[in-house]
């Protein structure tokens, strides 16, 4: 399924890229809307079908749910971040630099950092005072929907500065003959979805079954294990695109499905969950807003070193040995 996983993931940039040049939109809205959106569809499906319809213990399906939800984001803010260095490594060294389009990237951050802490706030909120979980609930809804307009309206103006995406290789699907058309990139973004969700759920049976013969909880398998398989799409993509000097298609893809994982998805945990600060959980939440916080303050100093984001490696490590050490 990892094999599924990183062919699917070529058929998809591949896509994107001529989806976003057709269009005529800049790097930033294909990484952080389209691509984020995309692949953040295999980690969103293991939540809502845990809740909506899991197994017949209400108790793991609310702890799969749970783990489910805050673990991608903390995935993709401290171990996905950092395998972007060892990616250009060889290339760039350790003192390199990244050089992502900034605005789009603050953007991002920005938002995470606002509708994520209203997550960690939430836990503290009696699971009894429905009024005010629903209102936060709405609330990062309404975050992400304004994301979105403020994302598509910063596009023109992006492109004219030349950060249009730009496609560096041919369609895969046209070396069968096809046209290259919007139809047929559209046909072969959908069959790089379709595989990257069907490699990313197989992957997750697997992991499942391997990590129930060693008798670990619904909740940390959930935080630690399923996103692992989850956000190897977000991964693999990125670390494509960084390798091909497309630094902000890489991070744009990251920081995007953080916002769409950070908004949407905590929403559906606020409301259909206990939603309390146990250990696991709250040490996520903020292991994961210092991570953001990290890159957000690296960024805004217009200095983000190769070496940099391995402090966010080593925040995910840390993670681990309090939930596993504790």
Not at 184 to 199: D, H, K, P, S, T
Not at 222 to 251: C, H, M, Q, Y
Not at 254 to 276: E, H, K, N, R
Request: proline fraction near 4%; include cysteine.
């Amino acid at each position: 399924m990892l094999i599924v996983i990183l062919i699917a993931a070529e058929i998809f940039t591949n896509a994107l890229e001529h989806l976003g040049e057709k269009l005529g939109i800049s790097e930033g809205v294909t990484g952080s809307l389209f691509a984020a959106v995309g692949t953040a569809l295999p980690e969103t499906s293991v939540p809502l079908l845990a809740l909506l319809a899991g197994t017949s213990n209400v108790h793991t399906n609310e702890e799969i749910g749970v783990g489910a939800i805050l673990g991608a984001p903390l995935m993709l803010a401290t171990l996905s971040i950092s395998l972007l260095a060892f990616a250009v490594l060889k290339r760039r060294g350790a003192q390199g630099h990244f050089r992502p389009e900034k605005t789009g990237l603050m953007r991002d951050l920005n938002f995470f950092i606002i509708a994520f802490s209203f997550a960690g706030i939430a836990m503290f909120i009696p699971h009894e005072a429905k009024v005010v979980r629903y209102a936060l609930g709405f609330g990062m809804v309404l975050i992400y929907f304004v994301y979105v307009m403020l994302t598509l309206r910063a596009s023109k103006a992006l492109v004219e500065e030349g950060h249009a995406t730009e496609a560096d290789n041919p369609m895969f699907i046209c070396r069968l003959g096809l046209p290259n058309t919007i139809i047929v990139v559209m046909i072969q973004l959908l069959l790089g979805l379709g595989l990257l969700i069907a490699g990313a759920k197989g992957f997750i049976s697997g992991i499942e079954e391997a990590s129930s013969l060693l008798g670990i909880s619904a909740l940390l398998l959930s935080l630690l294990i399923i996103p692992i398989a989850t956000e190897l799409p977000e991964k693999v993509n990125s670390i494509l695109w960084i390798r091909r000097g497309k630094d902000t298609l890489a991070f744009g893809n990251i920081t995007g499905a953080l916002v769409f994982q950070g908004t949407l998805l905590p929403a559906i945990g606020i409301m259909l969950t206990p939603w309390s600060p146990r250990l696991e959980v709250l040490t996520g939440v903020v292991i994961t807003l210092l991570g953001v916080t990290w890159l957000r303050i690296l960024i805004s100093r217009g200095q983000l070193k190769v070496w940099h984001v391995w402090v966010n490696g080593a925040l995910y490590l840390t993670y681990l040995t309090i939930v596993l050490w504790r």
